[in-house]
């Protein structure tokens, strides 16, 4: 009895672990992706970036496999993966393209911070389509973290402004795939789901590039970050993830995500040596609460 009870804490705190891991990586991914060079296309960087992890997968599946038995699927199966491949990585390359446009034009912590509107948007999303009604309370969570977003951009340059805006648009465009996995992986493996939309984001934008004459060879270095960047953020911290939903529950995992904000903050000073001004800072602290607010509430609904 008391060895099961020990075991059970354990797996739980290796899953908070395992999502303090994936909040680490997604914060690393912001930094390689503000290193990157601005002479690429958004579009260049999003077909690097996915190439990279969908390689890192493979490399990994084919030394190791992933994560044992649980994550294996037949080759007779992956046709059931075919539309929500497809459509997963349409949304994913313009996510990707916006999230690069605002790193450059806002910087990682304003990008991050404002990155936290996918939990708003997935919740209002999810209410539209998915028929789930919202509470007074999580209601004042959204208001709170639009709030947020408010004070952030407030006496800011159009520049500036210019990110936010993109960062917004990437924040819509991952809370909806969040909605179409939802919906139309409920019974996939998800690991697969992750690995063929590398594959897919990276099939469209080489397409892309290729055909509207914008493809273009980074040097050795703009290379690096970007594959690197991709495996961090795409593959690592996704993999991260979805092992600590083995072990905690999903309601706990997502909980933490405002963490990734606090380490973006703090590996922009050491890679960059650069803060947020106290306004910025301000804004995002209220949208961290605003977040979690929407979220712990959003978990007792799902409780009861």
Not at 143 to 157: A, H, Q
Not at 237 to 244: E, Y
Not at 290 to 303: D, S
């Amino acid at each position: 009895m008391k060895t099961n009870l020990f075991n059970k804490k354990s797996n739980i705190l290796l899953g908070y672990i395992l999502v303090a891991g994936t909040a680490f990586f997604t914060a690393f991914s912001y930094i390689f992706g503000k290193k990157v060079s601005e002479e690429l296309y958004p579009e260049t960087v999003a077909f690097y970036w996915f190439f990279g992890a969908f390689l890192f997968a493979v490399l990994k599946r084919l030394l190791f496999g992933v994560f044992g038995t649980r994550f294996r699927v037949s080759l007779s199966d992956l046709w059931k993966y075919k539309e929500l491949m497809v459509i997963s990585s349409i949304v994913t390359v313009f996510g990707v393209a916006f999230w690069v446009i605002a790193l450059r034009s806002a910087g990682p912590p304003v990008t991050s911070f404002l990155m936290k509107f996918q939990v708003v948007f997935s919740v209002m999303l999810g209410a539209f389509f998915l028929k789930e009604r919202l509470r007074k309370l999580e209601i004042f969570g959204i208001f709170l973290t639009i709030f947020g977003g408010l004070v952030i951009t407030y006496d800011t340059s159009s520049f500036e402004l210019h990110g936010a805006f993109y960062a917004v648009m990437a924040a819509f465009c991952y809370s909806c795939l969040f909605i179409i996995v939802r919906k139309k992986g409920s019974d996939l493996n998800m690991m697969m789901v992750a690995t063929l939309r590398s594959l897919g984001v990276s099939v469209i934008g080489i397409l892309y590039l290729v055909l509207s004459g914008r493809f273009q060879l980074p040097n050795n270095i703009d290379l690096v970050y970007m594959l690197i960047g991709g495996t961090c953020g795409a593959y690592i911290g996704k993999a991260l993830q979805f092992q600590a939903i083995k072990l905690v529950d999903v309601s706990r995992t997502t909980a933490l995500t405002p963490l990734e904000a606090v380490f973006v903050v703090l590996l922009t000073f050491l890679f960059f040596d650069t803060v947020p001004s106290p306004l910025k800072l301000i804004g995002g602290s209220l949208i961290i609460i605003g977040v979690i607010f929407l979220l712990i509430f959003r978990k007792e609904k799902g409780n009861q």
